[in-house]
T-cell receptor, first 110, second 115 residues
Framework: EDQVTQSPEALRLQEGESSSLNCSYTVSGLRGLFWYRQDPGKGPEFLFTLYSAGEEKEKERLKATLTKKESFLHITAPKPEDSATYLCAVLVGGYQKVTFGTGTKLQVIP | DADVTQTPRNRITKTGKRIMLECSQTKGHDRMYWYRQDPGLGLRLIYYSFDVKDINKGEISDGYSVSRQAQAKFSLSLESAIPNQTALYFC??????????????FGPGTRLTVL
């Protein structure tokens, strides 16, 4: 069974304090890994898609990386507006269905 | 205007009532999905459709049905709502190009409460 595990469940940072969120996965035939940001009561907002081990993508203060077993979302010098839940999801080849992790709730304190 | 819209945004109903949630998209995508989100459980797939004539069950389809009225419209029905169907419901779309790993784009969600 495909599994996606995100850690930590919650993370509290001071403004400017860099950190990383982890997404580990156990799947057969990874086609793609996705990162989303979700604000309370709103739909997930797409951030990145990673396709192969070694790939990296950046957007403002966020950088996503991918290995054969996990992905990291690095947050550099976060600001309070980065507070949200960050979701990781994987697409497995042959099924075209996405399995989501339960997310990491990030709080950035001024 | 939003690319993926959902109506209604909030709905309170009673046990046993029939409810329909609607989703429309202007992204021109072939594939559409319905998910529900519960605290601590993450997003779970209810139904998905790769084109107008294709409907597939997801991992939690019991108690739900769907209709793909057009490429841009996908509705979710609860035939007889029960309290444990209280959740946030999201519609999503993806491009579905053959051979391409497609990203899903989500609507704003419908908060459904079943009393």
């Amino acid at each position: 069974e495909d599994q996606v595990t995100q850690s930590p469940e919650a993370l509290r940072l001071q403004e400017g304090e860099s950190s990383s969120l982890n997404c580990s996965y156990t799947v057969s035939g990874l086609r793609g890994l996705f990162w989303y940001r979700q604000d309370p009561g709103k739909g997930p907002e797409f951030l990145f898609t990673l396709y192969s081990a070694g790939e990296e993508k950046e957007k403002e203060r966020l950088k996503a990386t991918l290995t054969k077993k996990e992905s990291f979302l690095h947050i550099t010098a976060p600001k309070p507006e980065d507070s949200a839940t960050y979701l990781c999801a994987v697409l497995v080849g042959g099924y075209q269905k996405v399995t989501f992790g339960t997310g990491t709730k990030l709080q950035v304190i001024p | 205007d939003a690319d993926v819209t959902q109506t209604p945004r909030n709905r309170i109903t009673k046990t046993g009532k029939r409810i329909m949630l609607e989703c429309s998209q202007t992204k021109g995508h072939d594939r559409m999905y319905w998910y529900r989100q519960d605290p601590g459980l993450g997003l779970r797939l209810i139904y998905y459709s790769f084109d107008v004539k294709d409907i597939n069950k997801g991992e939690i389809s019991d108690g739900y049905s769907v209709s793909r009225q057009a490429q841009a419209k996908f509705s979710l029905s609860l035939e007889s709502a029960i309290p444990n169907q209280t959740a946030l419901y999201f519609c999503a779309t993806s491009g579905g190009l053959a051979g391409v790993t497609d990203t899903q784009y989500f609507g704003p969600g419908t908060r459904l409460t079943v009393l």
